[in-house]
Nanobody
Framework: QVQLLESGGGLVQAGGSLRLACTTS????????VGWFRQAPGKEREFVAA???????YYLHSHGGRFTISTDDAKMTVYLQMNSLTPEDTAIYYC??????????????????????????WGQGTQVTVSS
């Protein structure tokens, strides 16, 4: 059973930085891609970034280059570096992994890295609060 554990959240002032970590256990790094999502109170879960097995990265364009996703394969950990944080970044941040799903004829196909519903495994989340 694959488990994901997020860490690195906390309280930071506007303009500050945080680095979130998502450590996987109970499986292999074949559970990539790993995506980061966030959910603010009263809002839907929102895509933040993702990284695939070949190192391709995806970002929500509105983040304006402030976020960087990376991996440490040896530690089976995916990081999300967040810079120039604003109060609008306040949310619970979740990591999710593995978008493989059954396809036609018994095949396995990949899902959409941008869709929360396509991920098979989720962490419990880590709170990020940015004060003004």
């Amino acid at each position: 059973q694959v488990q994901l554990l997020e860490s690195g959240g906390g309280l930071v002032q506007a303009g500050g930085s945080l680095r979130l970590a998502c450590t996987t256990s109970g499986g292999t790094f074949t559970t990539l891609p790993v995506g980061w999502f966030r959910q603010a109170p009263g809002k839907e879960r929102e895509f933040v970034a993702a990284i695939t097995t070949d190192g391709t990265t995806y970002y929500l364009h509105s983040h304006g280059g402030r976020f960087t996703i990376s991996t440490d394969d040896a530690k089976m950990t995916v990081y999300l570096q967040m810079n120039s944080l604003t109060p609008e970044d306040t949310a619970i941040y979740y990591c999710a992994a593995d978008i493989r799903k059954p396809g036609p004829g018994g095949t396995i196909v990949g899902g959409n890295v941008y869709l929360p519903s396509d991920y098979n495994y989720w962490g419990q989340g880590t709170q990020v609060t940015v004060s003004s």
